[in-house]
């Protein structure tokens, strides 16, 4: 990962872990349900963008490298870990 990427994506995950405590206040508090759920969707949004982040971080740098290698056993390896990943992200 590059280092602008991982301090990004550290960045948003300290934020993200403050809504799931704030979340879990809330609960803890008895607040209305449609505020809780829309606090949850707030971290779901949250994580799919540190989710989009990564991903495109890795095909920019890790597959581009093993693109330019020229080395076949690689740029295979890195193209089936990318699909095995995209085959687990709900649609």
Known sequence: MTPTTKKSCADRLKRIEGQIRGIARMIEGDRYCIDVLTQVQAVRAALKRVEDVVLKDHVE????????????????????ELLQVLSKVPG
């Open 61 to 80: 740098h890790c597959v581009e490298h093993a693109i330019k290698s020229g080395n076949a056993a690689d740029q295979r390896r890195k193209v089936s």
